[in-house]
């Protein structure tokens, strides 16, 4: 299990405007609330082609990156970042999207296969290894006969967007509890999560 506290948290995303609020970027969501919590600025940073910044949060130095090299080759801009500050790939916390998990779940690892994902296809092939941690925040599969590319691609429902604003809000205290008590504790706090369900039954009137 990877005990080290993470040194580069990226969230995964397709640069742009028109995929901004899509399933896909749920990483680059992320990370920007990470941004935003912790005083961190992010600005284009050519030579790690993407969006970087970088500051001082709950006690150390902490680095954000969103690859702009769209969601097929994330893992250049990745290594790039880790060759210039000579960090290992195990120290990378690496924050996507997940049609295997339904909207409202949480997946904390510290290693696994690409699981089918084209951006985590890219970060095992530049990084030489599956051995790096990731979370990963769930969006369900395509209903009927919708497109697995369409899924992705495309927007939450307004009922979906209420759910997602709490996988959000508790990914970031996940991440958190990444970098104050490691990742297992992380794990075991976060993972059996369902904030879907937990939602749902909130809104169910008592008898």
Request: glycine share 14%.
């Amino acid at each position: 299990m990877n005990s080290v506290a993470p040194q580069l948290i990226v969230g995964l995303g397709n640069p742009g405007p028109q995929y901004a609020d899509t399933r896909h970027n749920c990483g680059f969501m992320l990370v920007d609330r990470l941004a935003q919590r912790w005083g961190i600025p992010l600005a284009t940073e050519k030579r790690f082609q993407g969006t970087y910044g970088e500051g001082f949060a709950l006690g150390g130095k902490r680095r954000l990156l969103k690859p702009e090299t769209y969601m097929n080759r994330s893992g250049q801009s990745v290594r790039a970042v880790l060759d210039w500050y000579k960090l290992d790939p195990g120290s990378v916390l690496i924050l996507y999207d997940d049609m295997d998990l339904p909207l409202g779940r949480l997946r904390l690892r510290g290693s696994g296969s690409a699981g089918g994902h084209n951006g985590m296809k890219s970060l095992i092939q530049h990084l030489g290894g599956e051995s790096f941690p990731r979370l990963r925040l769930g969006v369900g599969k395509p209903k009927g006969s919708k497109d697995v590319v369409g899924h992705v691609l495309g927007g939450f429902t307004p009922q979906e967007k209420e759910v997602l604003e709490a996988v959000l809000n508790t990914a970031v205290e996940a991440v958190e509890c990444c970098l104050r008590e490691g990742l297992p504790t992380a794990m075991n706090r976060f993972n059996p999560m369902d904030l879907g369900v937990a939602l749902s039954q909130a809104e169910i009137p008592p008898e």
